[in-house]
């Protein structure tokens, strides 16, 4: 059995663990709210935008972009979030692995895979895969920037123009509430041109515009593609905050759980002392009574 000097130790150090998981708890907490508030803030001009996008698509039939052009994939990138730092569960264990799961896929198939890693825990992880990597900004992953994506969405959709890839994957995190944070996988590059999209405003589908539907389409395209890339950006840096809060408040409740039998155990170990030293004295004195 663990002296009490020991055990009061072991009490200490987890007491003290537990007064940093709860702070990092209410760090994660404040910052999870305000990711929340910026993923508000940009949903109303994204859900606006992608609205405009799919009336101008129902009147125009004649449509084409290169930005939907299917071709042969022989040449795929693949960009993949996760954080800058650990202690958020599972969190960038499983974008490894997905991203893991895509690569061997694309490679599978024939074609080459670039990765764009967003986040060093992902960075440290492309590495390993043998696969060309590109490495962008890691610090937009702890603070969202729109330039600093944009940048990345940029090269990508010019390389695509320009046919260097066929098809750019993304994956990421979107976050469905605090405790629940689902992985998605999803084709940004070709984009789907859906004429027959469900979201469409009758009322304002007929719009008059200048110089024409199609020019106007060819530019907002390339902003749709640049805000969809910037809320996986958002999803995923509130993914990780909320992941980080989940997995301090297991570790809260643990250190807890912990205390609880470690003081259980202090007092027997104190108990057991005690009724050790009784009876020395007991035995002492049925010595001297002889």
Not at 21 to 47: F, H, N, R
Not at 144 to 158: G, K, Q, R, W
Not at 161 to 171: M, W
Not at 253 to 263: R, S
Request: net charge neutral.
């Amino acid at each position: 059995m663990a002296s009490l000097k020991e055990v009061k130790a072991r009490i200490g150090s987890v007491n003290s663990t537990l007064k940093i998981t709860g702070a990092m708890k209410m760090v994660s907490s404040a910052k999870l709210k305000k990711a929340q508030y910026a993923i508000e803030s940009i949903t109303p001009y994204q859900s606006r935008l992608n609205k405009i996008l799919s009336n101008f698509l129902a009147t125009e039939t004649d449509f084409q972009s290169a930005f939907a052009e299917v071709r042969p994939v022989s040449r795929v990138a693949v960009i993949a979030f996760s954080s800058n730092s650990s202690l958020c569960g599972a969190y960038n264990s499983n974008v490894a692995k997905q991203l893991n799961v895509v690569v061997k896929e694309q490679l599978n198939s024939g074609a080459e895979v670039v990765v764009y890693p967003i986040g060093k825990k992902i960075t440290e992880q492309s590495e390993k895969l043998g696969v060309p990597v590109v490495k962008s900004n890691n610090d937009m992953a702890d603070h969202p920037s729109f330039d600093a994506i944009s940048e990345v969405t940029n090269e990508l959709m010019n390389k695509f123009l320009a046919k260097e890839f066929d098809k750019v994957i993304v994956v990421y995190h979107h976050l469905k509430n605090t405790a629940v944070q689902k992985l998605q996988t999803e084709v940004f590059l070709p984009i789907s041109l859906d004429k027959n999209s469900g979201d469409v405003d009758e009322s304002t589908a007929d719009y008059i515009v200048e110089p024409g539907k199609a020019e106007i389409l060819e530019s907002l395209l390339p902003k749709a593609l640049r805000t969809k890339m910037y809320a996986c950006l958002l999803d995923s840096n509130a993914s990780e905050h909320g992941a980080r809060v989940v997995a301090m408040q297991v570790a809260t409740d643990n250190a807890n759980e912990l205390i609880n039998e470690l003081t259980i155990l202090y007092n027997k170990t104190r108990q057991q002392a005690i009724t050790n030293e009784l009876l020395d004295i007991v035995g002492g004195a049925a010595a001297l009574a002889q």
